[in-house]
Every structure is written in C-alpha cells, then in structure tokens.
C-alpha cells in the first residue's frame, strides 16, 4: 500500500493514463448472457432427446423383463413403497426412482415368475442385472446382465459366455453355490463359474443370492392374479 | 509467429501438427476409448462437434467477450456443445453412448479443443477457424483410427466387429485393456520420432553435400 502510494508520488508524469478496464457489469453481463443462451439451447435439445432416452430404457427393460421370465403372457410392475408392493405409484415419485419388482402372468392369469434387478460391485464396477425366478419351485427363469463394465475378454463373459448365461434358464435353484466347472455333484443350486472370471462370476451369483433374500419376504403374499383381472380401476 | 496461409491453418492439424501424436493434447479419450474402432469414431466426431460448434462461436464473438472473462467464456461455450452432444448421442445412439460413458462428459477438459479456442479461433476470422477447427478435427480422428484400430485388431481380432482371422486367432487382451493403449500410443510414438528423425537427418546430409559442392 505504502509503496503504491510512494510510486505514485515520485513519479506523477510517469504514471500512465489507466486503460479503460472493463466495467465489471459488462464482465458479469458477458457470462450471463452466455449463461442464459447455453441454457436455452440446453433445454431446447432436452425436450427432443429426453422422450427417446426413457422410451429406449422403457424398451430395453420390458424386453429383459420378457427374456428373464421366459415370455410371459403380461407382467405388472409392483413398486415397493412403505415396506410394501403396490401396482400404484404415489403422485410426484418418479418410477425410475422407486425399488420394484415385475410379476410374470401366465394366459391364465397365474404367476409364472418374478423379475428382479439389482447392482452391485463386481471387479471393475458395478454389475447391473435382472433376473426371473418362480416363487413356487424357487428355481430361476432366467438371468441378463443390464450394465457391466467388466474386463473385456474375461469378465465380460459373464454375459458373453452363452454356456454360463444358459445355466441360469435352467432352473437352478436359490441360494445358488457357485463351483469350478467339473468339480460340482449335480446339485440343483450349482452354477458352474468362469475359468479366468471367478470374481465376476461370484459376483452375479452373489446378486441374486441378495436379491432373493430381500426380496423373499414378499413372495408370499403377492397377490395372485394380475392387476387387470383384479376388478380394480385405475 | 509467422503468419500461415488458409491451406496451412486446415493441413497442418491433420498431420504435421497432429494434436495427439505431435502436440500431446486430448490424451485422456486417445488412451481411454480407442478399445473398439466404433468407441474411437464415436468419440473422434464427438469431439469434432465440439470443436468445430465452439471455434465458430468463440470466432464469431470473440470482439464481444471482454479478456477478463474469455476462459470462463470458453468453457461455457465448450461445456454447452457437449452437453448437446452427450444428449444426442444418447437419444441416437444408445449402445455406444453406454460404451463411451462418463469420457463424452470429459470432452469439456480436452485442452486440444480450449487450445484451439484460446491460439487461434480468439484471434482470427470466423473462416480461418473454422478450417483450423476441421484441420485439428480430422487430425484427431485420424490419430483415434489408427489407436483404435491397432488395439481392435490386435486385441479382439476383428476390424469394426468383423472377423479378421478366424477362430484360431488368440486375441491380444492386453490390447483393448488400459494397458494396450499406453502401449500402442508409445508405439505409434516412436514411429513419428524415427520419421522426424530420418528427415532431419536426410536434410542435413543434403546441406553437407550442398556445401561442399559449393566451396
């Protein structure tokens, strides 16, 4: 400060004219508009993209849903609000948000099986999946793997290695056990592993193992016909 | 600097000054997405949008924006293109907006693209930026290809999903995992250094012989 000011005194001529700056409204003016115009064009965009992205999430889920419960005739979506299932979302809660599982009818208006999906880590990230089982006999319907980022060309096969996918269309029954290919008795819960992917193979057993614990509570008391052969309006 | 001429300012990113090989700018994508030569061009016309969409606007109002606040000004423009990008890529191309992930986000801390706002499309007209832009662009496409294909081919044994080799090829994994990408970029490197080499030395041996002819 001292020396400022003492610069200034000796040398008065010497002091250039200040340059014009900037005024500080024109700074904070430049960005808010700039602000204001990405923002615009931002949302502009958003209103044509985001329709696609749900309609393209809503496609791929109802597409897993069918696959994992082996093509049932309709399934309804039970969400889980207060510690119970109910086919209606409360008003302002976003369904994406919200745990559910899907219930699988059979043309006669039977449970033929629920869909349940579920995350958690794998080796890399976090393993996506969804998986069908039949509450009456405890054996899966089926099993796809959603969002993985799992090594290429080992982990990766959890979803790549059809011999692995298979197993779990063929009923195995919950909890499942993993085992090394070969080295399992025949057992109806053995899943054989991946050689070269233990970690991720587990992983995806471990997944539903959870899932259906969880879950388990609620088989009993689902309500037994679909929601539309219920009599209820909605 | 010396001045440059319009068909220097679009030939020289291609190649001579390629961002990635040459200038070591926007590593991050050339390592991180070149796993699949689909990921590689996914994220080289990504980044060719952005670069392209901001150079046109940083050139067009660069005499509106006060120094003080250029980079903030940059940045904005830069973060708005690819939220754009990322938006559509998602609407569009669904599969390979999964593959790209969070990397379409880190386009907006490319320095090759804030680079070129802040050497160039600042300070010359629209037309020339816009060639530089497109010059820098291909360039880094060009340089995503080659990382792309190299580890595609090497490490899955397929060019675009193609089969290659047939079943009894045995993929490279390491390839198309981050070590891969570290590898082949080192690789592609060296070659640029032994060609830079080769033509400074071939010119010296011409300027030898030019002196002594001479004398």
Not at chain 1, 127 to 147: C, E, H, R, S, Y
Not at chain 2, 49 to 78: A, D, G, N, Q, W
Request: net charge negative.
């Amino acid at each position: 400060m001292s020396d400022e000011t003492n610069a200034q005194e000796a040398s008065p001529v010497a002091a250039a004219p200040e340059e014009p700056g900037v005024s500080a409204v024109r700074l904070f003016m430049t960005l808010a508009v700039a602000g204001a115009m990405a923002g615009l064009l931002i949302v502009m965009v958003n209103q044509f993209t985001q329709p696609r992205i749900i309609a393209y999430k809503a496609k791929m889920l109802k597409l897993a849903v069918t696959e994992v419960l082996q093509g049932p005739a309709r399934y309804d979506t039970l969400y889980l609000i207060d510690g119970a299932l109910t086919p209606d979302l409360p008003a302002g809660l976003k369904p994406e948000k919200q745990k559910a599982i899907y219930v699988g009818y059979t043309e006669a208006g039977e449970i033929k099986g629920i869909a349940i999906a579920r995350g958690e880590s794998g080796f890399q990230d976090v393993v996506m999946l969804i998986f069908g089982i039949d509450p009456a006999t405890q054996g899966l319907t089926g099993m796809k793997i959603l969002a993985s980022k799992e090594t290429p060309g080992l982990g990766d096969k959890i979803y790549k290695d059809l011999d692995f996918v298979q197993q779990f269309f063929e009923g195995p029954t919950v909890p499942l056990l993993g085992v090394k290919i070969g080295a399992g008795d025949g057992a109806p819960n053995e899943i054989d592993m991946i050689t070269g992917a233990t970690i991720s193979s587990r992983a995806v057993i471990r997944i539903i193992n959870n899932a259906v614990t969880e879950w388990e509570p609620f088989f009993e008391n689902l309500d037994k016909k679909p929601v539309a052969a219920r009599g209820e309006t909605k | 600097m010396r001045t440059t001429t319009p068909k220097e300012d679009f030939t020289r990113g291609i190649w001579r000054e390629n961002p990635v090989f040459l200038q070591m700018l926007g590593l991050c994508p050339a390592l991180a997405v070149t796993n699949t030569v689909e990921n590689a061009i996914a994220m080289g016309l990504a980044t060719f949008f952005v670069l392209f969409c901001s150079s046109l606007l940083v050139s067009s109002c660069k005499s509106f924006i006060p120094h003080e606040v250029r980079i903030s000004t940059y940045i904005l423009i830069i973060a708005t293109f690819v939220t754009l990008a990322d938006m559509v890529l998602e609407a569009v191309v669904p599969e390979v907006h999964k593959e790209l992930g969070a990397f379409i986000a880190l386009i907006v801390v490319n320095c090759m693209i804030l680079g070129r706002q802040e050497a160039f499309a600042s300070k010359k007209p629209v037309g020339r930026s816009l060639l530089d832009a497109t010059g820098t662009g291909i360039g880094f496409l060009i340089a995503m290809l080659m990382m792309g294909g190299f580890r595609e081919v090497l490490g899955m044994g397929t060019f675009l999903g193609f089969e290659l080799f047939g079943p009894s090829y045995e993929p490279w994994v390491v390839m198309i995992l981050p070590a891969g990408g570290f590898l082949t970029l080192g690789f592609i490197m060296l070659g640029f250094g032994y060609y830079e080499q080769r033509k400074i030395a071939k010119a010296k041996e011409m300027s030898d012989v030019e002196g002594r002819v001479t004398s």
